[in-house]
């Protein structure tokens, strides 16, 4: 197969909206935006052996390239509308590209979002993305929002996906739940949709909760505090010891829950508005910088690192 | 540098827009797109080694990077705005990064867009972009729109890149203006907009003029004859033999010239509409399918290769 016929099969299998013009096949794509909404925009990339291990199934590959962008949606707020995609491979494999679609637009048709471009070039095996979607006018979910006194929250439960990327370098055995919570992310776009007028601030959790939330705390001038005991874990993840268990909590990355902030008269509003995504109180805004994570004692505890960069 | 000095490196001398709410810095960027336009979009990766030589200078690949997403911009004679930026890179290197972005902003300040977001990841040298812009609806120039009876037009110069690369495989003494075509293309933005209303479908020329303007002829079920003498070349292009020219010339990649048609009626006032860009006639739009180069005698030429596809 030849760069067209790479890109004839994946405009075969994308599905469109309404709202596109002119999609996949010509210099560049024509959209509709929606009247009176803003345009919200994010691009992330995954590289091969960086971002996920290089035995990963197409399929989970397809899945995540698109997972961690919806992801940076949800945390916005954002309801997902189109994406470009840019697949760099090392070689013409009708095989992996139909795995890799499987995936990816599996989870595009459960959030509605259409490939509308983008391009197929040879090289090192590298997905990249570019999603975009919508809010209405000045209520997107941001950084720069938390207040002191805001409870802070996460959905879901964290420290799976680094329980499971520890256990595949340990060459340990592998919960098939923790595996599928590496491989396959839910972005909570949903629960972000829902916090739009709820939450003063939110982050999705990437790079590590201690880190993410020292981004919110940076953005937005002041300081966190977060109890080590009150932070979610799934069942699988409490069969490991406290110690491990807690470190991949507080500084593991890459589960793509939300992480948000919001006034403390809203508790019970927002735990009713979830519709079906559990939410947990982790701590507090308040005074200063930085995030403190405390431990049963009151002890500040603080993580081997503090969330996953690049280049150090 | 870590990740982080880096995106700050990014963001410190990125220029903005008044419609960009929010640039780099959040999960998202949030954009105002204007009431009453359509958005263009498009996504095109440059890796080191493919797209450009493994030596090109920082500069260049930094202004490359953006030229050949503007060209696909102004190919739909839409008006630039808002660009994400991926950059994959092997290690931090501040220096190289400052040379790349001299070159991308550069080019970015010349044609009014904003770098809004985007990511840094460790990998093998790739530049990845998705850039946006505005199009009066219904107005955007598409491959699908030509006539029988067509002029068949084309920007500028042709070959001379293809000639530059060809020069640096073969360790030959180089023109510095070939070089420049190769390494800091000219997107046509200005003359794209300048040719709504008046051309029936245009592309750039990314792959080799017959290549792209078959993908023209096939999205608009007609055929194409162009006459291999008429092709436009530069001064330093002429020095070469009248064959090795052609061939570059007729399907050489890497011009990023417009390649568009229109009707016969409208010769006069294209040729007075675009601003001091040269057009010139190359032939014309025909019933049946393909396209055919002639030469000087009316026999059919054929290219010893039709233009540049991965994976062949």
């Known amino acids: 197969m030849g760069e067209f016929d790479l890109i004839d099969r994946i405009r075969a299998r994308a599905t469109t909206r309404d709202d596109v013009v002119l999609g996949i096949g010509d210099d560049a794509a024509i959209l509709e935006p929606p009247p009176g ?76 979002i259409a490939i509308v471009g983008g391009d197929t070039t040879r090289g090192p095996l590298s997905l990249g993305v570019t999603a975009m979607g919508f809010v209405e006018p000045g209520r997107a979910l941001r950084r720069d929002g938390a207040r002191v006194g805001d409870d802070i929250w996460v959905t879901g439960a964290l420290g799976d996906a680094a329980a499971a990327l520890q256990s595949l370098f340990a060459g340990a055995a592998l919960d098939r739940t923790l595996r599928a919570r590496l491989d396959r992310p839910t972005p909570r776009v949903e629960a972000g949709r829902r916090l739009v007028g709820l939450a003063n601030a939110c982050i999705d959790v990437s790079d590590g909760l201690l880190a993410d939330l020292g981004h919110i705390c940076a953005r937005s001038n002041v300081g966190a505090e977060i109890g080590l005991d009150a932070l979610p874990a799934s069942p699988a993840l409490q069969r490991f010891s406290p110690a491990m268990r807690q470190a991949w909590q507080a500084a593991g990355g890459d589960d793509y829950e939300l992480c948000f902030t919001a006034r403390q008269e809203l508790r019970d509003e927002i735990a009713a508005a979830m519709g079906g995504v559990a939410v947990t109180r982790i701590g507090s805004i308040v005074t200063g910088q930085g995030v403190r994570a405390l431990d049963a004692d009151g002890n500040e505890w ?11």
Chains 1, 2 share one sequence.
């Open 302 to 312: 603080r993580p081997p690192r503090t969330g996953y960069t690049h280049f150090e």
């Open 37 to 112: 909404k803003q345009l919200v925009v994010t691009a992330d990339t995954l590289n091969a052996g960086v971002h996920f291990p290089e035995a990963t199934r197409a399929e989970d590959i397809g899945w995540k390239t698109l997972a961690v962008n919806l992801s940076d949606l949800a945390a916005m707020g954002a309801q997902p509308a189109w994406c470009t995609l840019s697949l760099s491979l090392p070689g013409s494999d009708p095989k992996w590209l139909d795995g890799f679609l499987d995936g990816f637009l599996e989870l595009a048709s459960r959030h509605g």
